[in-house]
């Protein structure tokens, strides 16, 4: 086999529930991953040694050095099988840059399985995750896809069943926002405000809108305490927010880190007209309507 193509998902978090810094440097988080039909593609070809060329939006944001976490990927799974293996990795980019959308680490969870392929080893899934959950918190779910609730870092999974299709709108925002800063904001708002950080806990109405399919309920129960955070740090996406929620979303919300904004539609035609207004008014410079959950990494 010379080339194999695998597609793999951005990720909204409907919940990032964000416990006190751990001495590991880490937070114990409650994180509700919700997978979306925005896409990146990675095609691995046969070479003789690991390399990476990306295409598409934002192409020119993302390094191609040994920084890149597909090729972090690809190496491990080399590692991993004991061999010395090359791949010419080729990344079709559509999920924003540092925008809070697991772009990267859907790259390396599509690395993985192209690789894995292209390689022939035949490793399962359970193999994969665990090489994944050492590349990054977000990589093991954009091997999984669909919706499902992250502990610890957010690597420890499990999977959660929805009731439907839920339609949203994604404004990215000009220039990313580092997750490393963003947590650090976030720790430092604590500690000036002295208030104790609690535990972090699921939030059960969250999950009931999940599994009946109730979007109504869903949109007023969409958190993330990186919110402020992310805010502090950018300003100016507290009016593309507000934007949206004028404009009829159900629930907007700071993707992840950010600083992509998120908006719960009604249906595909309001997710359609929304985008449409958010771009048409100057609220935001583009904005897309997709869909969740869908798949993870899978071949095509």
Same mark, same amino acid.
């Given at each position: 086999?010379?080339?194999?193509? %695998? ?5 909204? &978090? ?57 090729? !972090? ?21 559509? =999920? ?29 899934? #359970? ?15 954009? /091997? ?8 610890? !870092? ?30 650090? #904001? ?37 958190? &993330? ?6 805010? &502090? ?16 979303? /159900? ?14 539609? =009604?249906?595909?035609?309001?997710? !359609? ?26 071949? %095509?």
């Amino acid at each position: 086999m010379s080339s194999v193509t %695998v597609r793999v998902p951005a990720k909204v &978090n409907v919940q990032l529930s964000v416990g006190p810094l751990r001495e590991d440097g880490y937070h114990d988080l409650v994180n509700v991953f919700h997978a979306v039909s925005i896409f990146d593609e990675v095609v691995a070809k046969e070479s003789e040694s690991i390399t990476v060329q990306v295409t598409g939006d934002w192409s020119d944001q993302v390094p191609t050095d040994g920084s890149n976490l597909a090729i !972090r990927a690809a190496q491990a799974l080399a590692k991993h099988a004991g061999r010395t293996y090359g791949a010419d990795l080729v990344i079709k980019k559509a =999920i924003p840059v540092a925008g809070g959308m697991a772009g990267g680490s859907a790259d390396a969870a599509g690395a993985l399985v192209a690789c894995n392929e292209l390689w022939g080893l035949g490793l399962p899934l #359970e193999d994969l995750m665990e090489i994944a959950g050492d590349l990054g918190s977000d990589v093991p779910f954009s /091997l999984m896809g669909g919706t499902a609730v992250g502990t610890g !870092r957010g690597e420890q999974l499990c999977e959660l069943p929805t009731g439907g299709t839920f339609h949203w709108v994604f404004a990215p925002a000009d220039g990313g926002l580092s997750t490393a800063n963003v947590y650090a #904001e976030c720790d430092r708002l604590r500690e000036e405000s002295g208030v104790e950080v609690s535990w972090p806990k699921l939030n059960d109405s969250l999950m009931e809108a999940l599994g009946t399919g109730d979007v109504y309920a869903l949109g007023s129960h969409l958190s &993330n305490d990186l919110q402020v955070a992310a805010l &502090n740090l950018r300003p100016d996406l507290a009016a593309t927010l507000d934007a949206g929620r004028q404009h009829g979303a /159900l629930g907007a919300i700071v993707s992840g880190s950010g600083p992509t904004c998120a908006f719960l539609a =009604i249906d595909a035609t309001h997710a !359609r007209d929304l985008a449409g207004s958010l771009t048409a008014t100057g609220a935001a410079r583009t904005a897309v309507a997709a869909h969740g959950p869908v798949q993870g990494a899978i071949l %095509v």
